[in-house]
């Protein structure tokens, strides 16, 4: 079973912190890595993509991955109250599985003012 | 560009009865994929077409879900006879070949 789990929430910072988000997966051969944006009642929204070791940043937005230790984090700096929404982890595998995406169960993250 | 449309947005049926689901994807993108959201959970695929080729259904309960690709452009996800657990949001994506995936609104089912 090829699993992606993500850390428990819900996650609660405070305006203008750092949030941190994480993920682990479960499939050693996974090649692409998303984070989804998801505000309640509205459809995933795709806003980080990630394929290598290392870290790409995206303005206020960095992904890490970390293909050894099968981990993948999102953190958003400056934490704003319209980054209130569940954020989804979303891993694409390899071989036969090539452009399927397993979702994990979503982190949801408040930003209080 | 237009984005993924999918319809209807709601629909409310009884246990039993049959619903189906109307998606469009992004003009050019050969891949569609179909996913089931239940409250509180990640996306799941239930199939994934490539232009009007079915590459992987294994998780589609084949026995009530059925979906269909004509024309290798717009596509249908019908439910009959649908349960109570079909309860969700179903999701239509699009994606142009790669791995980035882009999703229509959703349609809400509430299942009765």
């Known amino acids: 079973q090829k699993e992606v789990e993500q850390n428990s929430g819900p996650l609660s910072v405070p305006e203008g912190a750092i949030a941190s988000l994480n993920c682990t997966y479960s499939d050693r051969g996974s090649q692409s890595f998303f984070w989804y944006r998801q505000y309640s009642g509205k459809s995933p929204e795709l806003i980080m993509s990630?394929?290598?070791?290392g870290d790409k940043e995206d303005g206020r937005f960095t992904a890490q991955l970390n293909k050894a230790s099968q981990y993948v984090s999102l953190l958003i700096r400056d934490s704003q109250p319209s980054d209130s929404a569940t954020y989804l982890c979303a891993v694409g595998g390899g071989g036969t599985s090539y452009g399927k995406l397993t979702f994990g169960q979503g982190t949801i993250l408040t930003v209080h003012p | 560009e237009a984005g993924v449309a999918q319809s209807p947005r709601y629909k409310i049926i009884e246990k039993r009865q049959s619903v189906a689901f109307w998606c469009n994807p992004i003009s050019g993108h050969a891949t569609l994929y179909w996913y089931q959201q239940i409250l509180g959970q990640g996306p799941k695929l239930l199939i994934q077409?490539?232009?009007?080729?079915?590459?992987?259904d294994s998780q589609l309960p084949k026995d009530r879900f059925s979906a269909e690709r004509l024309k290798g452009v717009d596509s249908t996800l019908k439910i009959q006879p649908a349960k109570l657990e079909d309860s969700a949001v179903y999701l239509c994506?699009?994606?142009?070949?790669?791995?980035?995936?882009?999703f229509g609104p959703g349609t809400r089912l509430t299942v009765l």
């Open positions: 077409f490539q232009n009007n080729g079915v590459v992987d």
């Open positions: 994506a699009s994606s142009l070949g790669g791995w980035e995936q882009f």
């Open positions: 990630i394929y290598s070791n």
